[in-house]
């Protein structure tokens, strides 16, 4: 699998974000910031969870588990890292989105938790970028109040994200693309289409043509030039492109039969 990657910091002291890639699968995290003032019941903070759980994925995704599964055992190894000294019940302990993607007969499973993104080519030729985005759905409209996210995290008719719950994994959208061709990014890289009114179109073939690094500068220059609606003004952008070789597509094809 060839992979092109870009991972830039936003405002924050540090970057939240986490990508990986091995010879058949990849993914990236968003570290969910905490706002101040918030009991997280939790001693480890944003960059830990991101961590940990980029680690406990690049064991599980090597497996043949299916995608939802290999979140959840990741997710649990998770939960036994906090060593038993932190309240794993408190709703707003350090969480993460989620998108990955692993190769299959003919093209490539993905799986989407929150508000990450997975692009791809259609058979049509269109672009499609598939995001979970519940949590822009709660009741009332934004600007939320603490407490209601508080109360729709990884809750029924709420939004689910990479925390303390393995279930959450299970209410992730997932499918398959016959194709050999795909992009991850977090949502520091998705405000060209969701802020700046961009087009998917666009946006893959600046990606395809330009590359990562130059894609993240994209977003730089927009949000210099045009503010943001939504959250900082620099978000921690993310952007993994990967494209698998002929030979191993249809290898694994023809193991498949």
Known sequence: MRIRQASRRGVGASNEDRLGAGADWAFVLDGATAPSGVASGCVHDVSWLVDRLAEALRVTLGTPMPLPDALAVAIERVRYAHGGICDLDNPDSPSATVALARRCAGGFDYLVLADTAVVFTQEDGTVRAVSDDRVDRLPGGRPYSRQLVRESRNAPGGFWVASTAPE??????????????????????????????????????????????????????????????????????????????????????????
């Open 168 to 257: 959450a994994a299970y209410e992730a959208l997932v499918g398959t693309v016959r194709t050999s061709e795909f992009a991850l990014m977090s949502d520091g890289c998705t405000r060209l289409v969701d802020y700046y009114g961009h087009s998917w179109e666009k946006v893959w073939n600046h990606l395809r043509v330009h590359g990562p690094h130059s894609l993240v500068d994209w977003v730089r220059a927009e949000e210099e030039r045009n503010g943001v609606t939504l959250g900082k003004l620099h978000d921690d952008a993310t952007v993994l492109h990967a494209m698998f070789a002929p030979d191993q597509t249809r290898r694994l094809a023809r193991t498949a039969h």
